[in-house]
């Protein structure tokens, strides 16, 4: 195992920019400054840290509990091979997405309660709004596939373009938060448990801050909230914007800087760099595949994909605006039809040296979404991408991930 001081260093200069939204320099460690313009650009390109050679600096020099940390995942991992660590120093936090879907009917205040209690560090709420602009927390804003709505308001049925794409069904933006607070939520996989449909209500996301804080109390713990904005050009376009409700809801509670237990994610990029004039919340750039494009890209005529936004110009570009990207996991360890996998690529390095945190998506243990290298277990998937580095994971089975890291890094 190799000592680098200056790799340490210029890992804590990413760690401490990690920390801070894009365009700020950090004073001492405790705070951020918030200038804006060509000089904080500058600060940040600098604090970018080491050149992007893969493998340069396999095994780098963090703070003691990192290094027991690094040292534990290490050992434990019993290949013998040089582990990379997370961006952040510590180890990888594990989201809850959707909550704990893999037990419970997603985005319902049960799953995520779930979540909690299995461990989960952050839980994922996908947000869209009502008609009379709540955030409420579901995938989509077509609803029939996880609620009882078709039931409900079959009168409602309706048809409409989301993203480019024609719709059939029942759309968010056509019910009130009291109509919506009728339906009960549905399990959207029938290979997954259908008892507990009909059971549980569809949860605002004030209700979901709600919950995180009391359980926070309860298990004397930070839990923290990593709000998804879905479709936002489509809600800003019909009159319901995603962002100004989110950020005053979460500055209404308290969650207004870089240090708050917050990431704010979105797959387009315009409601981002949005965001970022709106608040020093983190905020992460999903990423979906490489010949896909960001849906604001597409309105707006640009070319570009996610492909390219992963590039290190890409990279370099996403980190004026955020702290982080949520990759699609095949982006990092690419997958054959038959579902054997290539070899890692460079993306997980690449975001590091551009001072972005990375946290793919998403994990399930369910055999059909493992690739044959794992053989069946869900562990060793997990173990293979905190192998890598990665700053953190969306888990249908949150408890699974936190089994996982247990094992690699004691924690
Ligand atoms: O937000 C991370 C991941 O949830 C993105 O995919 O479609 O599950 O929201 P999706
Ligand atoms: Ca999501």
Request: hydrophobic share 35%; glycine share 10%.
């Amino acid at each position: 195992m190799r000592i680098d001081l200056m790799a340490a260093w210029q890992l804590r200069g990413k760690r401490r920019a990690a920390q801070c939204p894009p365009g700020t320099a950090r004073r001492g460690w405790r705070r951020c400054n918030f200038p804006r313009g060509a000089e904080a650009r500058l600060a940040m390109h600098a604090r970018a840290g080491p050149s992007r050679q893969r493998g340069g600096a396999r095994l780098r020099v963090l703070p003691i509990g990192a290094v027991l940390t690094v040292l534990a995942m290490a050992l434990l991992a019993g290949r013998g091979e040089p582990a990379e660590v997370p961006l952040s120093g510590g180890s990888p936090i594990v989201i809850g997405h959707r909550g704990a879907p893999g037990y419970l009917p997603e985005h319902t205040l049960e799953s995520y309660t779930l979540a909690i209690e299995q461990g989960a560090d952050y839980i994922e709420p996908d947000l869209v709004s009502t008609k009379d602009g709540v955030l409420i927390a579901r995938h989509e804003n077509e609803i029939s596939g996880t609620t009882d709505v078709a039931d409900k308001f079959p009168e409602r049925r309706s048809s409409r373009v989301i993203d480019g794409s024609r719709k059939e069904g029942w759309f968010t933006e056509d019910f009130t938060l009291q109509e919506i607070k009728t339906l009960r939520a549905r399990e959207r996989l029938d290979f997954r448990d259908q008892s507990h449909n009909g059971r549980y209500t569809i949860p605002t996301f004030a209700e979901i801050i709600a919950l995180a804080k009391r359980m926070g109390r309860t298990k004397g713990r930070v839990i923290g909230l990593y709000p998804e904005t879905k479709h936002p050009s489509y809600f800003r376009s019909i009159g319901l914007p995603l962002e100004e409700p989110l950020v005053a809801l979460l500055s209404r509670h308290g969650y207004t800087d870089a240090r708050s237990p917050v990431f704010i994610q979105s797959f387009e990029v315009g409601n981002l760099k949005r965001l970022r004039r709106m608040t020093r919340l983190r905020l992460v750039q999903l990423i979906g595949g490489a010949r896909r494009r960001p849906y604001d890209f597409t309105l707006a005529g640009d070319p570009r994909t996610y492909g390219d936004l992963i590039t290190p110009a890409g990279l370099d570009e996403i980190a004026t605006y955020a702290q982080g990207i949520g990759p699609w996991k095949g982006l990092i360890i690419p997958m054959r039809k038959d579902k054997t996998l290539r070899a890692p690529t460079r993306l997980v390095d690449d975001a590091h040296a551009a001072g972005l945190l990375v946290h793919p998506y998403t994990f399930r243990s369910e055999p059909r979404y493992l690739a044959k290298d794992y053989g069946g277990d869900p562990i060793a998937e997990y173990r293979r991408f905190f192998r890598l580095g990665v700053d953190g994971v969306f888990s249908d089975f949150p408890g699974t991930a936190l089994q996982a890291r247990a094992a690699v890094s004691g924690r």
